[in-house]
């Protein structure tokens, strides 16, 4: 079966890949897995002050599909406020990649890691007083 | 041998066609006629108890008996021949089932009610973590040419292998237990397919 070459592409020149550091407070990190494959993904993204994303990064150790997918997925987040990373859908990854039936696990994968990275932001904060991001991005 | 007294089921019915004893659900000892095999366990396909602690000699010695009771080279062509390839087939998965200690946890688990690996996806604290991090350092390893590095990773996931397989063991022991136990048991199981895809890759 041939690939979509908008898998190939992502695949051979995937964008975002690397790390942010998960230590700091505007940056949030997912880690997910699919223990049918045991393909694991790390998706980051980091806000400024008005909660919009202004970098993803990811890693993916799983197949072509998967690496695609995170990819894909960070383009399309960045720019993008919480909220409305929250809007994308693995349906959608589907769509723009054209996976087929036996891959859609892996659009599913990316989408569980942005509501991860989201979900890890937000406890982060929470943790924090109002006001903490602000003065450490002061200093 | 006590093991064969402790692994194996009691006799099963006799034949439909000539009313003898047999000795395997699926071949009579007697007429050598076979007899279908749908819904029947891989446990009970090779008439032993269901444990997840088998004699895997005798595991070895009721699958040979019985293919050699069912196998196509003895049955034909037609519909006996048609069925014999059918249970045979049966029959070679059992055996692979069962002769895997992950697999057949994984098996024993679904007897028991699951929960299936298809709708629980959960896996141990820190798994997907420690995975990634050992994903990390052996691409590290492999791009900066160390021998010595990629040694201590591929060592810390046969460790990690090693302690998966026994946790799998000690709570496929214990089913059907409760529902911790058999969540606990998908978890590692689960778990357990991030270290086998690791080691199958290194």
């Given amino acids: 079966m041939a690939y979509n070459d908008k898998i190939l ?5 995937p964008r975002n890949v690397g790390t942010l550091d998960r230590n700091s407070e505007r940056v949030g990190t997912g880690i997910v897995g699919a223990p049918e494959c045991g393909d694991v993904m790390k998706l980051q993204i980091m806000i400024d002050d ?11 150790f799983g197949c072509g599909s998967a690496i695609a997918s ?9 720019g993008r406020t919480l909220d409305e990373a929250l809007e994308i859908k693995n349906t959608d990854i589907v769509r723009e990649l054209a996976l087929p039936p036996v891959k859609i696990h892996c659009s599913v994968l990316a989408e ?6 989201i979900t890890d932001l937000k406890a982060k904060r929470a943790a924090r007083p109002t006001g903490a991001v602000a003065a450490t991005a002061a200093k | 041998m006590p093991a064969q007294q402790q692994n194996q089921k009691s006799p099963p019915a006799k034949c439909t066609a000539c009313r003898q004893p ?17 819904g029947s366990s891989h446990f009970e396909l090779l008439s032993l108890t269901p444990t997840f602690d ?9 699958y040979l008996q019985v293919s050699r009771g069912i196998h196509p080279d003895y049955h034909g062509s037609g519909a006996e021949g048609d069925m014999s390839v059918h249970l045979s087939a049966q029959l070679n998965e059992a055996h692979r089932v069962l002769a895997d200690p992950v697999l057949r946890a994984e098996y024993l688990l679904e007897l028991h009610g699951g929960p299936a690996a298809t709708g629980d996806k959960s896996v141990l604290a820190g798994v997907l973590t420690d995975t990634l991090e050992l994903r990390e350092r052996i691409a590290d390893a492999k791009a900066g040419a160390d021998p010595a ?24 022991r214990q089913l059907p237990g409760a529902d911790e136990l058999r969540a606990r048991l ?17």
């Fill in chain 1, 9 to 13: 592409d992502h695949y051979n020149n």
């Fill in chain 1, 50 to 60: 008005h909660e919009n994303i202004v970098d993803a990064k990811f890693k993916t």
């Fill in chain 1, 70 to 78: 995170s990819s894909l997925a960070t383009e399309w987040i960045k």
């Fill in chain 1, 112 to 117: 569980d890691a942005i509501k991860a990275a």
């Fill in chain 2, 22 to 38: 047999m000795s395997s659900p699926l071949f009579c000892d007697n007429c050598h006629c076979l007899h279908p095999a749908d």
């Fill in chain 2, 54 to 62: 088998l004699d895997l000699a005798l595991l070895r010695h009721q």
């Fill in chain 2, 149 to 172: 590095a990629l040694q201590e990773c591929h060592a810390q996931i046969e460790r990690r292998h090693a302690t998966a397989l026994a946790q799998i063991a000690t709570l496929a």
């Fill in chain 2, 186 to 202: 998908r978890a590692t199981l689960n778990s357990m397919k991030y270290y086998q895809k690791l080691r199958a890759e290194l």
